[in-house]
């Protein structure tokens, strides 16, 4: 009954931007962490980057000063506005939410995933 849904993945060039998009819907009572998280191929899923309920964030070491993470309380969407990408950031990204739902304890969702890939 709970889905996020992601958008905005896509290829660029180094030094570029990309905007990512995750939307919670569903029967939900709050939600309380947001975050994203990547993987690439042969290395673990990382969180990249999370925001509290309150607008408290918190950041990877490498995508400080480069990535910034947001969220409208109104719509249940969090964002992750990503500048001077490098071809190390290629990963899917992916979409988690710490939220309660109506009937059910707090539990984490995850969104589909989206692509991101950095090359020249």
């Known amino acids: 009954q709970v889905q996020l849904v992601e958008s905005g993945g896509g290829l660029v060039q180094p030094g570029g931007s990309l905007r990512l998009s995750c939307a919670a819907s569903?029967?939900?009572?709050?939600?309380?962490?947001m975050g994203w998280y990547r993987q690439s191929p042969g290395k673990e899923r990382e969180l990249v980057a999370i925001?509290?309920?309150?607008?408290?964030?918190n950041y990877e070491e490498s995508v400080k000063g480069r990535f910034t993470i947001s969220r409208d309380n109104a719509k249940n969407t969090v964002y992750l506005q990503m500048n001077s990408l490098k071809p190390e950031d290629t990963a899917v990204y992916y979409c988690?939410?710490?939220?309660?739902?109506?009937?059910?304890?707090?539990?984490?969702?995850w969104g589909q995933g989206t692509q991101v890939t950095v090359y020249s």
């Open positions: 569903g029967r939900i009572v709050s939600i309380n962490v």
């Open positions: 925001i509290t309920s309150g607008g408290s964030t």
């Open positions: 988690n939410g710490r939220l309660t739902a109506y009937g059910s304890v707090q539990s984490s969702y």
